[in-house]
């Protein structure tokens, strides 16, 4: 088991290498510099001059590649060229929004997704099992920001019920949270249902109702316990789904995360923090990944480390 | 004797049977007409501006909003921000919701199929390198990539290649292309070692023919299946880029630029950006339910 961690570990490193290479060559092949903003009153050549000695972007490509793998290796991200603080201290100081944002959501979607997916299961083809067939369809299919632009219009523009955007309080809190776990309540709850039927099925349900256990222990002893496996397996895509699609949420209810920093730094041309935010995305993302694999060689012994 | 159905027919006949499939069907059919023939039925022209009609509200939609001021019956689903007719700009968005669906997923097919192909019948370095490019590319999120190739490249000349779409599909292109090739080599391993295969090659069959006339044939189903959903998610790209400002560039009419334009007047008038986001939901759930129902007729063992 542990060396299993620990391969899977090091697996991360050339994944993120590649990323960071990716990332670095995108932003540089971006033409213009961030120092070029106003056409009106551009800048006299040697101050830009200067400025990008400062920032070390005049040197030759390699360089500056080595110099930032370089300093990544020591968490340090470099500092943004529009904002007067470190890709580090904007990401520490907005994180913990997205962060927070994110485990809500992810929270919400189990909470609603897995008695759903069980409910619906059990009662397969009422109409418990097809309204909750109905809200997955949606929830997987309908893009989250179509589905933020009629919520914001529904609750906030028409019934007045909350506000439109902004953060802080809880009533801020509900859209943006409900909005972002949608799409992984639904996908869960598929997951969840058709787990539950394909558990149901087996061979060791129907010896467990044929030497007549309550039918109660047979659901939770014999079925849940197996059909929530491949849904554990699956929470891992579902908070990549999460991460990424928090920059739009972010982004439409102004939430002032690491999502919305994002999308603001792409406009600005501010490279380290694009790459910085970036290489940080996926960072999580593998890590979600392996925390889920993990949990799942852990959970199911016929998995082992393969 | 009883009548033979071969496999399409079955899946065709079950397909018809499929009441939610044959609505997304219509939708999507309807929709690529109106692409098709935008140029014919859109009442104006999609960029021009009639600036003393700014922001009217739909004719539709009078009883709604009832103020007679905002009301022109000559724009029945009124004008946008800088008074351009809502109709024609969503029949434009149209087609370039059916050219970005269509066009990447034709390039993912070409070269998808074809190296998965090649890596699942030959093996050897193809397929090891095959496996390598796939670990790379599936540690990067799509839609985050899109967002940094489109956000970086837009403004180079390449990017700038009618307004940015042909820029869109090389990178929806070179995330997706991966998925179509693992599909396709794994459907090749499975079927390299069944009976056809070897007769084939027995009486000498160049691996060439193998590949196109027994293996590919035979691996198409799932491939049908995926380009199904394939397709709704390269227009959900697009759809999404236009809405955070980094996609086709403007004036070209898209249903994501159109969001993104709607969407800065959205407390004062809804109705541009509720008008393009109800298009985008309605052509992602019908083929959603066409994709659902392919799958169903072509494999019902994957039904979920």
């Known amino acids: 088991m542990l060396t299993y961690v620990v391969r899977r570990l090091l697996l991360l490193i050339p994944t993120l290498f590649f990323v960071a290479v990716v990332t670095f060559a995108l932003a540089h092949a971006a033409p213009g510099s961030p120092f070029d903003k106003n056409p009106d009153r551009p800048l006299p050549a040697a101050t830009i001059e200067r400025l990008e000695r400062l920032y070390g972007v005049d040197r030759p490509l390699h360089e500056q590649f080595l110099l930032y793998l370089g300093n990544l290796a020591r968490f340090d991200l470099g500092s943004s060229l529009v904002r007067d603080r470190s890709v580090a201290e904007i990401i520490g100081s907005q994180l913990p929004v997205s962060a927070q944002l994110g485990i809500q959501a992810l929270l919400l979607a189990l909470a609603v997704a897995l008695p759903l997916g069980v409910i619906s299961a059990l009662r397969q083809n009422t109409a418990v099992d097809h309204a909750s067939m109905v809200l997955a369809t949606v929830g997987t299919t309908i893009p989250s920001f179509v589905i933020a632009i009629l919520a914001i219009y529904v609750f906030a523009v028409h019934l007045r019920l909350i506000p439109i955007v902004g953060w802080g309080t809880p009533k801020h809190m509900i859209l943006p949270t409900v909005v972002l776990s949608l799409g992984a309540m639904a996908f869960l709850t598929r997951m969840t249902r058709a787990s539950m039927l394909e558990a149901i099925r087996q061979d060791y349900v129907r010896t467990a109702r044929a030497k007549g256990l309550p039918e109660q222990v047979v659901i939770v002893g014999h079925v849940l316990k197996n059909a929530l496996i491949p849904v554990a397996t699956v929470v891992g895509p579902a908070t990549a789904g999460l991460i990424t699609g928090s920059f739009i949420v972010e982004s439409i209810f102004n939430v002032p995360g690491i999502g919305r920093e994002f999308v603001l730094s792409i406009t600005r041309r501010d490279y380290p923090l694009i790459m910085g935010v970036y290489l940080l995305y996926a960072f999580l993302i593998a890590l979600a990944n392996l925390a889920v694999d993990i949990v799942y060689a852990a959970l199911d012994p016929r998995i082992k480390a393969a | ?275 393009p986001a109800f298009c985008i939901g309605i052509v992602m759930l019908s083929f959603t339910f066409l994709g659902d129902g392919l799958r169903d007729a072509l494999d019902p063992r994957m039904k979920v």
Do not use: C
């Open chain 2, 1 to 275: 004797m009883p009548e033979q159905r071969s496999l399409w027919r079955d899946a065709v006949y079950r397909l018809a049977r499929n009441r939610a499939a044959l609505a997304g069907l219509s939708v999507i059919a309807v929709a690529a007409l109106v692409a098709i023939l935008a140029p014919l039925i859109a009442p104006y022209d999609p960029s021009d501006s009639f600036t003393n009609a700014g922001r009217q509200a739909p004719t539709l939609a009078e009883p709604l909003w009832g103020d007679q001021r905002y009301v022109d019956p000559r724009y029945v689903l009124g004008t946008d921000v800088l008074g351009r007719d809502i109709l024609s700009r969503l029949i434009w968005g149209a087609r370039v919701s059916m050219i970005v669906g269509f066009v990447p997923v034709a390039m993912i097919l070409a070269v998808g199929t074809t190296i998965g192909m090649v890596a699942g019948y030959y093996g050897g370095w193809v397929d090891q390198l095959l496996m390598r490019i796939t670990d790379v590319v599936y540690a990067f999120p799509d839609l985050l990539f899109l967002v940094i190739v489109m956000a970086t490249l837009r403004n180079t000349a390449f990017g700038e290649i009618l307004g940015g779409l042909v820029l869109m599909f090389v990178a929806l292109a070179i995330v997706s292309w991966v998925g179509m090739a693992r599909l396709v080599r794994g459907q090749v391993l499975s079927l390299k070692h069944r009976e056809f295969v070897e007769a084939a090659r027995a009486i000498g069959v160049p691996a060439r023919r193998i590949m196109l006339r027994h293996l590919f044939p035979n691996a198409l189903a799932p491939v049908i299946v995926s380009v199904a959903f394939a397709i709704p998610s390269a227009m959900l790209a697009e759809a999404t880029l236009g809405f955070l400002g980094i996609g086709v560039r403007p004036p070209t009419a898209t249903w994501g630029v159109m969001t993104n334009e709607g969407f800065q007047v959205f407390s004062t008038s809804p109705w541009p950006v509720l008008l």
